[in-house]
């Protein structure tokens, strides 16, 4: 159905792992699908929103109607979501890798000849939510996800304070793991936290882009 309550807001969505180059050949990555990223864009536009997705490599389409950016590091998915600035709402669904390589060489690695491999230095990748979360031009509404394996609820609320977001929605990935077609969540926004129904992650996206409609109307 086609909806126009997000019409006119600009909304930032990030989406997919983060490459981080050791050398021309090598990298550090993760499994993350990018699914459920797409999938968020994919509702804020059926919303009318003007979505700008800065995605890492996937293998996904962009959805219709989304303007789908596409970076390799962290921290060029970070200089691409600052290059969108202002805007009305960020979604940070990125599965950020937390770390980087310290240098990425020039030509390929070689190894050594006496037989004792190389030692990675990594230093930590700036941290996108938090950076957008404490922006001078921050937006209205800044969502997270976070993927916790204990503890949840606690976790969660303590992660949501860490980063500055306004809702945090937190999944438990010891029952869905990375690159399935489901998802479950608690959904944080400080006042409140509703346990969601496992549903499948288009359903997932829908209903929080719903919410995401209702707090721009509450505010008019
Ligand atoms: O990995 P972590 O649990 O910290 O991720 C929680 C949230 O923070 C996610 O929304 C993720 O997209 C975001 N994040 C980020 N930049 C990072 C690490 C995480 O935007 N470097």
Redesign the pocket.
């Known amino acids: 159905s086609k909806r126009t309550d997000l019409s006119g807001k600009r909304i930032i969505v990030?989406a997919g792992p983060t490459v981080e180059p050791l050398d021309p050949v090598r990298f550090i990555s993760n499994h993350s699908s990018g699914i459920q990223g797409y999938a968020v864009a994919d509702a804020l536009a059926q919303h009318g929103a003007d979505v700008r997705l800065i995605s890492g490599p996937v293998s996904l389409s962009p959805p219709a109607n989304v303007t789908c950016i596409h970076v390799r590091t962290?921290e060029d998915m970070k200089a691409a979501c600052l290059e969108q600035l202002p805007a009305d709402a960020a979604i940070?669904?990125?599965?950020?890798?937390?770390w980087r390589p310290d240098v990425a060489y020039a030509s390929k690695m070689k190894k050594s000849g006496d037989g004792i491999p190389p030692v990675l230095k990594l230093v930590e990748?700036?941290?996108?939510?938090?950076t957008l979360s404490r922006h001078d031009q921050r937006p209205t509404l800044v969502v997270?996800?976070?993927?916790e394996t204990d503890d949840l609820r606690k976790h969660a609320e303590q992660?949501r304070l860490r980063?500055g977001c306004d809702w945090l929605l937190a999944n438990d990935v010891t029952k869905h793991r990375f690159g399935g077609k489901r998802n479950q969540v608690l959904f944080l926004t400080g006042d409140e936290t509703e346990a969601w129904p496992e549903m499948d992650k288009p359903s997932l996206a829908h209903r929080l882009a719903d919410r995401v409609a209702q707090f721009f109307q509450a505010r008019v």
Do not use: E, H, M, R
């Open positions: 990030t962290a940070c669904v990125a599965a950020v890798s937390d990748n700036p941290d996108i939510l938090a997270g996800f976070a993927a992660k980063k």
